[in-house]
């Protein structure tokens, strides 16, 4: 490997342990195909003949660029935006980031004040559309990138990519206690961090847009949580009073992964946290109601064992609800959808949530 490079990655995991640790996940390859350097998520691409003609601040600079990439989840969060003008609006957004972090990035930079604090989608938004046949943002990148996002070629499908998110978060999460374990996690990382690893689902306005729309009230567009303001999520925040007690129920079925019960313990944290209710009444179910639990915000950070783990069915837990919650607020369902048995509809208003595409009978439905 270039002596130059794991000279770089060492100074990163000393004086930076979260990039440093993230960038030991990435594994470089040297390639002249790219006029300074890639990642996929898996790889990390350079330009031997141009890394050499940097310092060594600057290569360090431009392995914090790409472990940003990784962090923002760029690569999966593009979808069917061109992808020159995607890899120009991450520039614009990570750079700020690192500058603010410190970092001496490689000269040429795209750097622009009036882009600071807003997502990749939003500077995407404001970018001008690429000329046809001229490719300019391709030459914009050449000329003055750090290092770019490019697909992963295993990551078409979008089980594919859920899995490649999947290992990243998990790699994020270990390399951020690394950093807060050695004291060396920079407090606005800390922020960032909370957008891409915590829930997926912005609670406090979610479930004011689905309340009040199950209670004909009115509507006001505030700003967005800054914990989520990495997924461009701007939902309606309405006026509503303090909301009641909530039955979230986690379908713990064998046909759901680790990681996806794991992330309902953060999802209901989050519903505790930002929203608020009286009480989460957090009910677990497979083929039939396996346990009960009580939470409020005393209670945070949830800590919960999936019991289970057979077939799917919703009813049971829906009649539990009709009959020991008959006040109940809203029911939240984590779910994959793999079932057709709902029973009959209950008077408070569901909301399914679920990782995969599906349909059911009543209440709304969102996809994580």
């Known amino acids: 490997m270039n002596t130059l490079f794991i000279k770089a990655r060492s100074r990163l995991l000393l004086d930076q342990p979260f990039f440093g640790t993230l960038c030991l996940y990435l594994k470089p390859v040297e390639s002249e195909k790219f006029d300074t350097g890639a990642t996929d998520g898996i790889h990390l691409y350079y330009n031997p003949k141009w890394f050499e003609k940097l310092n060594e601040a600057e290569r360090v600079g431009f392995l914090a660029h790409e472990v940003m990439h990784v962090v923002l989840m760029h690569h999966t969060r593009r979808q069917e935006r061109h992808p020159e003008k995607w890899n120009v609006a991450a520039d614009y957004a990570i750079n700020l980031i690192l500058l603010n972090n410190n970092f001496i ?18 500077i995407y938004a404001k970018l001008p559309t690429p000329p046809e046949g001229l490719d300019g943002f391709a030459i914009m990148l050449n000329d003055k990138g750090s290092g770019g996002v490019i697909d992963h070629p295993g990551a078409g499908s979008s089980k594919t990519k859920g899995a490649i998110e999947a290992q990243l978060t998990v790699a994020i999460n270990q390399a951020a206690e690394q950093a807060k374990a050695a004291g060396k996690l920079p407090g606005h990382m800390e922020e960032i961090l909370e957008q891409v690893t915590q829930a997926k689902v912005c609670w406090k306005q979610v479930l004011a847009r689905f309340l009040q729309s199950n209670n004909n009230s009115d509507y006001s567009w505030l700003m967005p949580n800054r914990r989520f303001i990495h997924s461009g999520l701007y939902l309606p925040t309405a006026r509503v009073p303090a909301i ?8 713990t079925s064998c046909s759901r992964t680790t990681e996806e019960l794991n992330q309902d313990l953060s999802e209901a944290s989050a519903i505790l946290q930002d929203a608020n209710p009286e009480k989460v009444h957090f009910i677990q179910c497979d083929t039939e109601v396996t346990d009960v639990k009580e939470y409020t915000r005393e209670d945070l950070p949830l800590r919960c064992t999936a019991t289970g783990r057979g077939g799917t069915m919703f009813s049971p837990a829906i009649e539990y609800v009709k009959k020991h919650l008959p006040n109940i607020a809203a029911i939240i369902y984590m779910t994959d959808l793999e079932c057709n048995d709902f029973g009959e509809q209950p008077s408070c ?20």
């Open 105 to 122: 990035l490689p000269k040429g930079g795209l750097i622009d004040n009036q882009y600071a604090d807003m997502t990749t989608e939003a």
């Open 349 to 368: 208003p569901v909301l399914w949530i679920t990782t995969q595409k599906g349909e059911a009978p009543y209440g709304e439905i969102i996809e994580m």
């Open 244 to 251: 009641g007690e909530i039955a979230f129920i986690q379908d």
